[in-house]
């Protein structure tokens, strides 16, 4: 069965079910090249919501682990990174500092181990200097077009304050064009790095430099620890990306370093995506294959620009 829901005239990019909307309906968010982030009600293939905001093409969305996805950071051909509260349709923030397109943004599964947890396990983004919620926060809503046009024509954030995000402690991480990876506190760049951000300060925690080429796809690496037979995500202290130079990079997120790096085939000509995937899966898998070896624990399904997908784990 399959359903025809919009007629973009722009190419769309990202698509995710919204996870805020779903207690209400069944909602599809979108990433297109016409700038905007829409929100799309399944049922009647209407647009229900719109973000806009991003002065080029938005490559990549991802929603939050907290507060039942009401925030969202999107990435970008104007080289930005955005976090947006969704309940309101505001920008909260604007990271700058990526030199090309930002691929591909997401935010860390857990909150960090150096995070102070206020005990508010709900999660939400927190003003600074905040003495009263209310007033402030009517105040941040009615300035956010003008904060909007500020941002987008002079690149400045100082008039950004985002204090505290699901409660502490969750980071972005990027990949960008300009080959780095970035960890923003995190997201992905259209400039061969991997950047970290730190939510709290709205400050560049690393940058992550290794790759040759665009980086198209940024991910924690999942953890996995066993509480009575059961496997869960116990943390997110490595990040892993893979672009157009045709490796596979695994970093250290505590010590700022590469851990090690999965150089692929000539004929997979690129990474363009890769997905982890739990314990639980793996041992099906095994089973297929009729396989017991022991490895790390989970497997790394990856597509490359040749069209091939393949298994690593």
Known sequence: ???????????????????????RSLTVCSASFDKSIRFWDYSSGRVVQTLDGHTNG?????????????????GSYDTTIRLWDVATSTTLHVFNGHK???????????????????GGGG????????????????????????NNNNN????????????????????????????????????????????????RSAKEACVFKGHTHNVY????????VSCNGIPFNAAANMICSGSYDNTIHFWDIRYHKPLFV?????KDAGICSFQFLPPQIKTIW???RQSDSADCGFLLFYGSTKGRVCVLG
Not at 9 to 22: D, E, I, R
Not at 58 to 74: D, E, K, M
Not at 127 to 145: A, I, L, M, V
């Open 100 to 118: 090309g397109c930002v691929w591909r943004t997401e935010f860390s599964p857990l909150q960090t181990s150096s995070s102070n947890n206020n």
């Open 286 to 288: 095994n089973k297929l």
């Open 1 to 23: 069965m399959s359903k025809f829901i919009s007629n973009n005239p722009s190419c769309v990019y990202y698509t995710k079910f919204s996870p805020y909307h779903s207690t």
């Open 152 to 199: 987008n024509n002079n690149n400045n954030n100082n008039d950004n304050n985002i204090g505290i995000l699901g409660g502490s402690g969750y980071t972005i991480c990027s990949a960008s064009h300009d080959r780095s990876i970035r960890l923003w506190d995190v997201e992905t760049a259209e400039h061969k790095t991997v950047r970290l951000w730190d939510l």
């Open 217 to 224: 796809c940024v991910d924690f690496v999942p953890t996995y």
């Open 262 to 266: 999965i150089t692929n085939q000539n």
């Open 123 to 146: 999660g939400g983004v927190h003003n600074n200097n905040n003495n009263d919620n209310n007033n402030k926060n009517n105040n941040n809503n009615n300035n956010n077009n003008n």
């Open 58 to 74: 938005v490559a990549g969305i991802h929603f939050s682990p907290f507060a039942q996805g009401r925030y969202l950071c999107s």
